[in-house]
């Protein structure tokens, strides 16, 4: 239901001019977003106190200005010049909202939007408030992060985009509800490293439903697993703390799908590559995560080729892919990248080689597909349609991401639509994809 009236900040600016237009530039986003000023306490949902700090006098001044804000409203945001003495401001008033310091326009915006969400209003807003989407209207991407911290030889993303940068969870779940209201029935849970959510942020508790939720992905995991979409796992660290999700898999709270960069198989290239993994331990884990949801499927990327892999290398990529029976799987030849360390390393992989190893790789992950994929014949299974054409549907199954992975076929089924889930009985495999029928009541 839609706010009968926006809501209404109350705001306190001290100080000098400069931090008078800090002021104006907090008012004029608020404003903008649709929040009303209010001209007192009384009836302000959430109050901004703009603090200085300059001299003690100025210290003092807003000081007694916080303490007014509580006794009259309780409700009060701190930003300005007083930020160096935010544990004081802390202890005095542990129900203090928060604490940012000068210029830090979005920050305050943001508190405010937490302490006092508003409405999307569609009959005045041009945007629609799950943002402007290049995906079908039935599924997004949800990212979560931006950086990583991993220093792995063949990368240059830290370089690019920095360090890990965890997105605050409660505006993560809060977009999450957003899509899904507007019809989403798929999120797909992206960044750089998915699973070192939070870390960044010591795991950060914000506000979300009544409650104070860690940043954290067992925790994001939980709370995008309340919405009713399917939620898909990209790009994920097999970190030890990535059991806990198993568990919400085998209860159909979260898809039991994990897409995992692995890379390769032998010690010494990941030791090469500078990759936090080990084979023989992978597949221990994966025996584990099977034994707890048989259902789950793990979707993973392979480099061959890298800069000192040996045939014996390649070899142990081959047997333990045999092993591992992996859903999916990606190949690519190993190249330089500007910036890349691996760059230097010594013993390059001639090209021949590198094509051969990759064509007998592909080879590989085609048999384990077949074999993986045979096993759900006869299975009745959940599907999502992506498109429908004259000739049936094409779908997806909940072991399938867009794009990446295979399909499952609905022939002569041109009555269904994007986005319709229904479940299915599969009559046919083949190396990537599934054929089906709906199952009738």
């Known amino acids: 239901m839609s706010q009968v009236h926006p809501p209404k900040v109350g705001f306190v600016s001290l100080g000098c001019p400069k931090a008078l237009v800090d002021s104006e530039r907090i008012l004029t986003k608020l404003r903008s977003t649709g929040y009303e000023v209010a001209p007192s306490y009384d009836g302000a949902d959430v109050v901004v106190v703009n603090t200085c700090g300059f001299i003690d006098s100025a210290r003092e001044e807003s000081f007694a200005a916080i303490q007014e804000a509580m006794n009259e409203n ?46 999307h209003n569609p009959l005045l807003d041009l945007v629609p408030a799950e943002g402007v989407k290049l995906t079908p209207r039935h599924y997004a991407y949800l990212k979560i992060s931006e950086g990583c ?22 505006k993560v ?36 439903k009544n409650e104070m939720v860690a940043t954290r992905f067992r925790e994001l995991c939980d709370g995008l697993g309340s919405m009713g979409a399917w939620v898909r796992l990209h790009y994920v660290y097999p970190y030890p703390h990535v059991d806990e999700v198993i568990p919400m898999m085998a209860d159909g709270k979260i898809l039991p799908y994990l897409d995992i960069p692995f890379q390769h198989a032998s010690p010494t290239v ?57 859903n999916r799987v990606g190949c690519f030849k190993y190249e330089n990248v500007e910036g890349a360390r691996s760059n230097d390393l010594p013993g390059h992989v ?24 045979a096993k759900r014949v006869g299975r009745d299974i959940e599907v999502v349609v992506d ?10 199954s909940q072991w399938d991401a867009p794009d990446i992975d295979g ?10 639509a994007p986005g319709d889930r229904l479940q299915v009985t599969v009559t046919h495999s083949d190396e990537y994809d599934l054929w089906a029928e709906p199952v009738r009541n």
Not at 100 to 106: H, N, R
Not at 153 to 168: A, V
Not at 350 to 373: G, N
Not at 407 to 416: I, Q, S, Y
Request: net charge negative; proline share 5%; aromatic share 6%.
């Open 74 to 119: 309780g409700r009060v945001i701190v930003t300005g010049c007083l930020v160096g003495e935010a544990a004081q401001i802390r202890e005095e008033h542990p129900n203090i909202l928060a604490v940012t310091g000068p210029q830090q326009y979005e920050a305050v915006v943001s508190e405010v939007q937490k302490a006092a969400p508003i409405d």
């Open 149 to 170: 911290n991993h220093k792995c030889q063949f990368c240059i993303i830290p370089s690019i985009r920095g360090p890990l940068q965890s997105r605050p969870i409660h």
């Open 173 to 208: 779940l809060r977009e999450a509800e957003r899509l899904v209201e507007a019809g989403c029935e798929e999120l797909l849970v992206i960044a750089q490293d998915t699973s070192a959510y939070g870390l960044d942020v010591k795991y950060k508790p914000e506000p979300w």
């Open 270 to 326: 990941l030791k090469a590559m500078r990759r936090p993994a080990h084979g023989e331990k992978v597949l221990d884990r994966l025996e584990t995560w099977r034994n707890i949801c048989p259902d789950i499927a793990v979707r993973s990327t392979f480099i061959v080729g890298f800069p000192g892999e040996t045939d014996a290398d390649f070899e142990m990529l081959l047997n333990w892919l045999d092993k591992a029976e992996l």
């Open 350 to 373: 001639d090209e021949a080689v590198k094509e051969e190893r990759w064509h007998r790789f592909m080879a590989k992950a085609q048999e384990v597909s077949q074999r993986v994929l």
């Open 387 to 396: 498109e429908v054409d004259e000739e049936g549907a094409i779908a997806r």
């Open 407 to 416: 399909c499952v076929f609905l022939n002569g089924e041109t009555d269904l």
